[in-house]
């Protein structure tokens, strides 16, 4: 994780998907960050799929003027099974350690997950998260 930013004491990984066959784009909840968070930890975990894998996370803000959702953090697509983890915080530097990708910057009230499917296969998946403080 980026210099002075951690996992909240109190927190847990909050479930955003449970696991299960997809073939298509899954777009999150609209969520409301906590006040305290700088920042979040997202975590694609992809278990099985058929034929080829391609999902690529996005993590999005709300901008209430156009009244749309932006990508704050739109990763590579993965294009196999494994646990990924994503990380949108002030400081957050480049992937390692266990973090596919990174990027500095804060998050803001209003946001998102989406996993957006490259293929019709069927991919079988969780989405997890956490916030930073």
Do not use: C
Not at 5 to 16: I, N, S
Not at 43 to 66: K, Y
Not at 67 to 95: H, Q, R, S
Not at 97 to 123: D, E, F, M, Y
């Amino acid at each position: 994780m980026p210099a002075n930013t951690q996992v909240f004491p109190d927190a847990v990984f909050q479930v955003e998907r449970a696991s299960g066959a997809l073939s298509a784009t899954y777009t999150g909840n609209i969520r409301t960050a906590d006040p305290a968070a700088r920042g979040v930890a997202v975590v694609l975990d992809l278990t099985a799929f058929v034929t080829a894998a391609s999902l690529q996370v996005a993590i999005e803000v709300f901008d209430a003027n156009s009244g749309k959702f932006i990508d704050l953090l739109a990763a590579t697509p993965v294009a196999a099974t494994g646990t990924f983890m994503y990380i949108v915080a002030p400081g957050a530097t480049a992937a390692g350690g266990g973090v596919t990708k990174s990027v500095s910057a804060w998050l803001t009230q209003t946001w998102r997950i989406r996993v957006i499917a490259g293929n019709g296969n069927s991919h079988t998946y969780s989405v997890s998260f956490a916030y930073l403080g």
